[in-house]
DNA sequence: ACCGCTATTCGCAAATATGAGAATATGCCG
DNA sequence: CGGCATATTCTCATATTTGCGAATAGCGGT
């Protein structure tokens, strides 16, 4: 990679992810394991940064819009449905997985 | 614990507790630690069943009713959202944890 | 057989997420 | 500054989930 090939549609794309990963190892730490205990709304901005994508562009790969993605990379949504994360996740190659993990004892509801 | 205390209303759900679990190692296994990779629907009827709770009675904690708790956990039913699986994994004392893992490069979607 | 409890399924109203387009920021670069 | 691409927010109609009650079926004990 020698005289900056030819600015493909990824050129702002790589503007945003050096915008947020630049130089921020723990950041990208973070994001090579997408397991980390982040809000929904995180995983899903990540995922999609990392896949080198717009809003509208895995919008398009879903079959949605940019507004909806938008929405649901919105940091105040608790609306999410398995379906749309199924559906994102396919699209990005990946796989959704859900797990109950026991509270600690400390912040019961109720003891029974 | 001696002389069958008082029969309580958590009886009937030893009966089914039994008939789910008596005598198979595995599925205890499976119930121990909720983090097997199982459909959501297994998930929540063995995290229900293992708080030794009812349809009826898990609908009550959660704040529904038990054909709502039916339906999420039935095997055909695909339409879950996060709302009500946090509400249900509160009132059991779990936490729900999302994780979007890499699919096999074997069975991806399209190369870029 | 009956009784009691459970789980499952149906119907419908209400709440909510989605699909879609337009309008408004924000940031980057020439 | 002026384009240009992005992200965000708004509004609407549609699709889906949820809430709730009632009716049905299955199973176990008396």
Redesign the pocket.
Known sequence: MATRKKRT?TD??Q??YR?YYQGRPERVRGLEEARADDSVARKLTALRLHAGL????LAKL???????I?????ADY????L??LNRIAIALDQRVELRFTPLPHGKRLKSA
Do not use: F
Not at 54 to 57: E, V
Not at 62 to 68: I, P
Not at 70 to 74: A, K, T
């Open positions: 549609t702002a794309v503007i945003l915008r717009t809003q509208r562009q879903v079959g949605t819009t940019a507004s909806a938008c929405r649901l990379e919105s608790a609306g999410h449905s379906a749309m």
